[in-house]
């Protein structure tokens, strides 16, 4: 099975920066789409970034945070990263990795089936 450990969730102050990481355990494939999703007290989960493992496209981006925000992952493909740069205090959610195996090589943000347990960011 697929399992997903965020980490890096912490306090800053506004205009501040955090890199939120993403262990990948468990077999999981080039076709997999991996992804960042947050969720804010009273607010629906919202899509921020979506990566294709196994493509060289340009990832998803929400607009709420194009410019400020960056995907990636590394040379071993078995950490994700979220880049948050010039963060701000709608930023404040609980930030979720996620992963579903794409039949299709690309990415929709409602067909995520493994999540990890969440980092709390708080920006103030």
């Known amino acids: 099975d697929v399992q997903l450990v965020e980490s890096g969730g912490a306090s800053v102050q506004s205009g501040g920066s955090l890199k939120l990481s993403c262990k990948v355990s468990?077999?999981?494939?080039?076709?997999?789409?991996m992804g960042w999703f947050r969720q804010a007290p009273g607010k629906e989960r919202e899509g921020v970034a979506v990566?294709?493992?196994?493509?060289?496209?340009?990832?998803f981006v929400s607009e709420s945070v194009k410019g400020r925000f960056t995907i990636s992952q590394d040379i071993t493909k078995t950490k994700i990263y979220l880049q948050m740069n010039d963060l701000k205090p709608d930023d404040t959610a609980v930030y979720y990795c996620?992963?579903?195996?794409?039949?299709?090589?690309?990415?929709?943000?409602?067909?995520?089936?493994?999540w990890g347990q969440g980092t709390q960011v708080t920006v103030s």
């Open positions: 996620a992963a579903y195996r794409s039949r299709t090589g690309s990415c929709g943000l409602s067909q995520f089936n493994v």
């Open positions: 990566i294709y493992r196994a493509g060289d496209g340009q990832p």
């Open positions: 468990g077999y999981i494939s080039g076709s997999y789409c």
